[in-house]
């Protein structure tokens, strides 16, 4: 049984960064993409980064220039770099593949708040 736990959210001012961190028990970061996810309040989960096993990565056009998906294969850990966080940023973030889901971790909280 696959395990996510996401870890490194927290309350920071507008243009401040995070290092969100997702450890994954089992193997399936080392073969499958991976991707960051939120749920901001009243809004529906969404992808916002993935990241393929060679390390090829998408970002929605909101974040696009400012998050940072990166990937330890051997570590089996997929991290998240936020800059220039904005309040619409504001969200549950949550790790998983896109394309061999599993069961959801708990996600970490993150604010973005002046």
């Known amino acids: 049984q696959v395990q996510l736990v996401e870890s490194g959210g927290g309350l920071v001012q507008p243009g401040g960064s995070l290092r969100l961190s997702c450890a994954v028990s089992g193997s399936i970061a080392r073969f499958y993409t991976m991707g960051w996810y939120r749920q901001a309040p009243g809004k529906q989960r969404e992808l916002v980064a993935s990241?393929?096993?060679?390390?090829?990565?998408n970002y929605v056009d909101s974040v696009k220039g400012r998050f940072t998906i990166s990937r330890d294969n051997a570590e089996n850990s997929v991290y998240l770099q936020m800059n220039s966080l904005k309040p619409e940023d504001t969200a549950v973030y949550y790790c998983n593949s896109p394309s061999n889901p599993v069961r959801w971790g708990q996600g970490t909280q993150v604010t973005v708040s002046s």
């Open positions: 990241i393929t096993r060679s390390s090829f990565a």
